[in-house]
């Protein structure tokens, strides 16, 4: 899809035609058109939800179905998350402004030990693509970390990401401190990385196992969905 686009004119597209062309663009990766078409979006009178929502969120779900299918693959993914971002640094202080309700909040971060980041990336972008709020504390971090972040952000989701065998059972660790501060019930709490799986999941008390970030958009969604409704 990529040569076509030089001598587009974006201004001169319907805005059916604009939206299609935006998910056309996050897939292939093209941030300078994402943002131009976000602008656009926005002189035509579109609210900043909208464009957030029928352009980006839309175009990324596309993306998330093709990398969980095995069609894109994760350089290709970044690169539309880094379309997307374009698009959300123009939207997210006009969103700000308008008081627009995120789906939910998350903080995310490697556990202590551990310096991988590729995964934590990818999933901080899909479910920022997805549009929730996500707070990525980076690599290396202790239980104290996590807990001020917690302490700081009150995300309703916490994730921990963990590539090594060794740095694995350290989530555990966190998990159990926060039941030990009477905290546990807080927070939805999502794992993943390559060596984990769904027994180890439910070994350390991790809300759900999440093998991939398009897995874990889902399951923050559905998780975060059903503790709204029971609240």
Excluded at 41 to 70: Q, S
Excluded at 161 to 184: C, F, N, Q, W
Aim: with cysteine.
């Amino acid at each position: 899809m990529s040569d076509a686009n030089d001598d587009l004119d974006l201004s001169t597209l319907d805005d059916d035609e604009l939206i299609d062309q935006v998910h056309n663009d996050l897939y292939d990766g093209l941030r300078d058109e994402v943002i131009e078409a976000t602008n656009l979006l926005l002189g035509r009178g579109w609210a900043p939800d909208r464009v957030l929502g029928e352009a980006l969120v839309e175009g990324m779900r596309i993306v998330g179905i093709d990398f969980r299918d095995g069609i894109l693959f994760v350089p290709e993914v970044l690169l539309a998350a880094n379309a997307m971002k374009g698009g959300m640094e123009v939207l997210r202080p006009l969103l700000a402004e308008t008081g627009a309700e995120s789906i939910g909040k998350m903080v995310i971060g490697t556990v202590k030990g551990d310096i991988h980041d590729i995964g934590k990336n990818l999933v901080g972008m899909m479910m920022e693509g997805a549009g929730f709020e996500v707070i990525d504390i980076g690599i290396n971090n202790s239980v104290e970390k996590y807990l001020a972040a917690l302490e700081e952000h009150k995300p309703e989701i916490l994730g921990m990401s963990a590539l090594l065998t060794t740095t694995m059972p350290y989530m555990k660790v966190v998990i159990d401190t926060l039941k030990e501060k009477g905290m546990r019930e807080n927070f939805i709490v999502l794992v993943g990385g390559a060596p984990l799986n769904e027994e180890f999941g439910k070994a350390v008390g991790a809300d759900a196992y999440c093998r991939d970030a398009g897995t874990a958009v889902e399951t923050a969604k559905s998780l975060i969905a059903a503790r709204r409704a029971a609240a």
